[in-house]
Structures are given as C-alpha cells and as structure tokens.
C-alpha cells in the first residue's frame, strides 16, 4: 500500500543506509521491503512512534534486515522466490512431523544426523529439535533459559554440525524446525551480566525495579506460571540490589519489548537462525511478550503487534521462513496467534492445538466422545493461510484446556470433572491404569497439570506391569486410535519422540538433583535404540505401533483431503462413545469419513443414520478403509466398530 508519510521516510531511510549495504545487489529485498513498509512502519510507530530516537530506531532496523539479506545464501534465496510463488506448500498432507530432544533421541548431533534414515523409514518429513542453544548447565529449564542465542550447547554440537544437519534435510526434503525462546534470556547470558554491572543500556533490556512498589501493583493480578517451584513474577538480585522480573522460573529474566532495542535484537536472532538453514521457527512463550500493570501480561494486543512485526520483517528478508505460535492459551486466543484481523496469517502460520490435545485427553479417562465433540464444536476457524499442530504428547505437561462453558454443555460439574481427570491420570481413581503425576500443583485453587508419556498415561506401563496381554492389546490399540485422530484431524500431525515405539515414563529423573523438582523429566526419555531395534521383529509393541505410524503416513500423503484448508465437517451422533467427522476434497465427490470408538466395548453405527448432507451410503456401494485396505465390519448397514478401533471410510463409487 503507498501512504505518503511512510514511503517518505522509507525514502529518507534508504539514503541513510550504510554504503557497504546500499552496493549489494538488494532488489528482491527492495521489492519486499516496499511492498510491506507500510504494515512494518505503522506497527513500529504504533509501539515505538513517541520515542525520540524512532527515526534511528527504524533505520537500525532496517540495516538489520539488509545485513541479514546479504548474509543469506543464494539457495535460500531461491527457495525464498519457490515458496513466494507457492505459498500454501504448508498446507498440505505430505508433512508429518515428530519432536525431539537431540541427547534424548541420540548421543548429540552427529549421532542425530546419522539417524536421518529412521525419520524416512517413518515417513516423517518435518524434524523439530528441541532447545540446543547454549544455556546454564544446571539451570537451563529444559533448554529454555538460553544464556548465548547464536552457539549451540557444546554438549550436543557446534553451529557448523546444524548448518550441515540443515542442509542434509533439504536433499531428503525435509523440514527443520528450532526454538527461539522471545520472552526471557537466562540470567547468565550477555545481556544479563551487563546489566548487572550497572550498565544501563542492558537494565534497559530487562524489567528491573529499584525497590518492590511495582512489582508488587504486577503482583495483584499476574498468575503464577510455576507455583511449586517458582512462586511469584519477581526476583532479587543480590548484585544489582534491583528486582527483575522472572515470570517463569527465578533464573529466566523477562526481556523488555516496551525498548526497540531488544525488538531489534532478537529479530537479528530470528533471522541468523533463517540464514543457517532453518525453515521454521518456534518462538517460545509469545502470549506473555508484553507486560502491563493491571491484568494478567498474557495474550495483550501489545504481543500481537510484536508478533505481527517479526512477521512483516522476516517476509522481507527471508519470506521461506515459517513461525509456530507457542501459545497454550484458550481457544478464543489461540487463533488470535494466526493474526488478529486478516484473511492469510499475519503472525505465525502455525499453532498448537492444544484444545484438540486435551480434548482427545478427556476421552481416554471418560470412555466417550462427549467433550471431545463438544470441544472441537466450539474452537474458532482458523484463518486460511494458516495450519494446526496436532498432537497428543509434547516435552511439557498436559493442562486441561478446555473451558467450562464447553464441559457443562457436555454434561459435567466443571470443578469435579477437572477433579476426575486429574485423579484419573495420577492413578488415585478406582481402576485407573494410568501412571501419571501431577505437575504445577496450586494450592490456592487446587489446579494441577500433568506430566507422563502417551503409553504410560494411556494404561500400557500396567498392563506390561502385570503382563496381561488382553489389557496390552487394548493400550496398543488405544494408542493407534489417537493418533488417527491426530494424522486426520486437518493440520499437521506431530509425534512425540519414543511414542511411535511405545517408550514408557523414564523415572531416572528422580536420582538427578537438577531435574528431581521437574517431574516432566518422565517423558523426556533417553531412546532405547535396542528396544527399537524391535520395530523390526514382527509381533512386538515396537513393531505394531511403529508399522501403524507407517502406514497412516502413507495413506495420509496419498490423500488430498487431509490436506488443511478448512475442509473438515463434525458429525453429529447419537452414540457418545463415538466421534465422526468428514475430510472434504473439492476436487473429488466422495468425502472421507473419519470415525473413532473410544470405548473398550464394541460400538456401532447405523450408516443411513449419518447426519450430513455431504455423505449418504447406498447399499450399492463399496466401502473400503483406506487405513487397511479392506472393507470395514458390517452388518447390513450397520458399521461394527470394536475397542478403540478406527475407520477412514471412502466408497469407490
């Protein structure tokens, strides 16, 4: 868009622009810079615009965005110019990704990347590496307190071995994906130790008070992210005889986005990881990127612009790259992650479905579908230009994330229903398998969270306990059900490292003094590679899961259907055991139908009954299961589905 006062000082700044990058060949980066100037000049004035030095400000952010475009290499580039053209690529049902800790999956990187061929055996083409920049050994939260954003933690590698990782997956076309954690920096990085040695420019870049008159005002109405281990939103520095704010854990120091500066810098950060090969970007903790006195810091529209800035910079430097919104937030804000007022994602492209998550959750421990139905009724569509993550299991525990609104229209007391399912998970419900614990216990209002691995949480740790092969079936069974749930829901399916082979809890955390407090540490397990040799012995757990896994992937990507373009249609049933939905392909007539029994009792379905003008079943027609290949029990019309068992019915007419 051209408006007169932003492209006159687009004007003023292009004259300003150091010599060294104004004799570089920039037209692409020109053209784009153009194109979004506008966008990026009314976003940086509506934060930044009564700030003296918001000229300057600009022009540095600019520079930054030029350097980084003569720094990228001219085979980025050229995938920036394929994807500009092509710019649904991420919408489609070939991508199927998994998540790892790299010393969790293998020893460090070089071992990691001699297992490249194991994401192909699966079929998974989008690898997301968990934390590996440099942090503080025995405080780093899981990686997340990262003390150097441009080195890689000794411990697992250096920044020539990713760059390599990088390009090796770009040959087997697939993606990679790192975290950049935007909100807070360990109190051990750079910037931090400046501060604390008076240096202004750096306090600058952090929350630092001199006494607890604000901190306190914060105090009344922020919630507690870690209430067990890190009570309160703020910590005394012995040194600086200041407080700072510390939302998450005592040693993370919340960056300061009210200063350009540090907007500036970690955008230099984004797009230093851009330039060495990533292709997507997961910035951790977005919805707490802006602080306010007065409510809760999380989801305010101040963190929307910053996102929407990080966004419109990056498409001028390197338009390839893609961003996850790490925000497990309700479903109402979640989609605001996507961008807030726009057709195409003006944010991030990707988010967690979280709600989905916790949903699915809900009926492993009821047996039923009713909040799952209820759940998935009421999330909010997302934009066009924009995908899910979906998943069951991730490096973090599980919140219950769906309102209340949702769990009373679904025929539950919402304080008791969350009561239950916590009770159930954390093995204290009469008959429960599960071999959950309970994280982030508050006290003051009786929340909790949970920790575990999909196999343990879902009863297979006990029956393997007890060596009853019945209950064995049922759990592997189980397992395979959520994640055709996940591989057809519309999005794309993320697998947790160690579940496509079954890994149970890992209690060896306990013996560990920097991970004892942490009880995440469960299931953020250290690979068997012997056990999962076993995925290659017919009749094993590994085997019958991992063979699964292999097979949805496949007739995933054969179909277009499950491609993500707002194409699914919730089926209303009447058997509450059971959830139906279609995938709608507009290029073909016959939608798919999805159907899942999570009872452990057979269920069934009378096929004329389907309420949806978008399927009728004839009796002429051949019905065919695209998971198996075979046709599904029937009787006469009526569809037979037996303990967690799962159907992706087309017919051939």
């Known amino acids: 868009m051209y408006e007169q006062l932003s492209h006159s000082i687009l004007n003023e700044i292009l004259d300003e622009l150091k010599p060294e990058i104004k004799e570089q060949e920039l037209s692409h980066f020109y053209t784009r810079l153009g194109a979004n100037f506008y966008s990026l000049f009314s976003l940086f004035q509506k934060l930044y615009g009564k700030r003296k030095d918001f000229k300057q400000q600009l022009l540095n952010l600019v520079e930054v965005m030029a350097r980084q475009y003569i720094l990228r290499s001219p085979e980025f580039k050229k995938i920036d110019l394929a994807k500009e053209k092509d710019f649904n690529w991420f919408l489609s049902q070939k991508w199927v990704g998994m998540t790892l800790y790299v010393d969790g999956f293998a020893e460090d990187l070089k071992d990691f990347q001699s297992k490249l061929d194991y994401f192909e055996e699966l079929g998974v083409n989008l690898i997301h590496i968990m934390p590996i920049l440099e942090c503080p050994k025995n405080a780093s939260d899981g990686g997340y307190a990262i003390s150097n954003y441009r080195k890689i933690n000794e411990k697992v590698g250096d920044l020539e071995i990713i760059k390599n990782i990088a390009q090796d997956l770009k040959k087997r076309d697939i993606l990679l994906v790192l975290d950049i954690v935007v909100n807070h920096t360990s109190n051990e990085h750079e910037w931090a130790k400046k501060a604390r040695q008076g240096d202004q420019k750096y306090q600058d870049y952090y929350y630092i008070f001199k006494n607890r008159e604000i901190p306190d005002m914060f105090e009344k109405t922020l919630p507690e992210v870690f209430p067990q281990t890190a009570p309160g939103n703020f910590t005394y520095d012995q040194k600086m005889e200041k407080w700072v704010m510390t939302v998450f854990n005592n040693y993370q120091w919340d960056l300061n986005y009210q ?59 390197a338009p390839a790259v893609l961003f996850i919104a790490e925000a497990i937030v309700a479903p109402v804000e979640i989609v605001k992650y996507f961008g807030e007022d726009a057709i195409n994602a003006k944010e991030c492209e990707i988010a967690y479905n979280a709600t989905f998550m916790a949903l699915l959750w809900d009926a492993v421990a009821t047996k039923n579908a009713k909040l799952l139905r209820q759940g998935i009724r009421n999330l909010p569509a997302k934009l066009e230009r924009a995908t899910w993550l979906n998943y069951l299991r991730c490096h973090d525990d599980i919140g219950l994330g769906f309102t209340d609104e949702d769990i009373f229209q679904a025929g539950y007391e919402p304080r008791s229903h969350r009561s239950f399912l916590l009770n159930y998970f954390s093995g204290k419900f009469e008959n429960t398998a599960a071999r959950g614990l309970l994280f982030g216990q508050n006290s003051k209002n009786n929340d909790a969270r949970i920790s575990g691995t999909l196999t343990s949480l879902i009863g297979l740790e006990s029956a393997l306990e007890n060596d009853n092969k019945d209950k064995i079936e049922l759990a592997i069974k189980h397992i395979i059900l959520l994640h055709s749930m996940i591989f057809a829901f519309g999005g794309i399916p993320l697998i947790y490292y160690g579940d496509e082979i079954g890994t149970l809890n890992d209690y060896s955390f306990m013996g560990n003094l920097s991970k004892a407090n942490d009880n995440r540490w469960a299931h953020r397990p250290k690979i068997d590679w012997k056990k999962a040799q076993l995925r290659k012995v017919p009749g094993t757990i590994q085997s019958i899961i991992f063979s699964a896994l292999q097979t949805m992937i496949k007739v995933r990507k054969e179909i277009r259907a499950f491609g993500d373009f707002n194409n699914r249609e919730l089926i209303n049933l009447d058997n509450s055991h059971l959830l139906a939905f279609l995938r709608l392909d507009p290029q073909e007539k016959n939608p798919i139908l999805i159907i899942g029994n999570f009872d452990a009792s057979y269920q069934y379905l009378d096929l004329a009954d389907l309420d949806s003008n978008m399927l009728k079943f004839n009796d002429d027609e051949d019905i065919i299961d695209l998971y198996s290949g075979e046709p599904p029990t029937m009787f006469k019309n009526q569809l037979v589905l037996s303990p967690f068992r799962f159907y992706w019915l087309s017919t051939s007419s």
Request: aromatic share 10%.
């Open 259 to 317: 200063n350009p500066a540090v907007f500036i810098e970690m955008l230099d950060i984004l797009l230093f990881w851009a330039n060495q090969g990533v292709d997507i970007l997961r910035l951790d903790a977005v919805a707490f990127l802006w602080k306010k006195i007065g409510g809760s810091s999380q989801n305010e529209h101040e963190a929307h612009i910053l996102l929407q800035l990080f966004k419109d910079c990056c498409q001028v430097t």
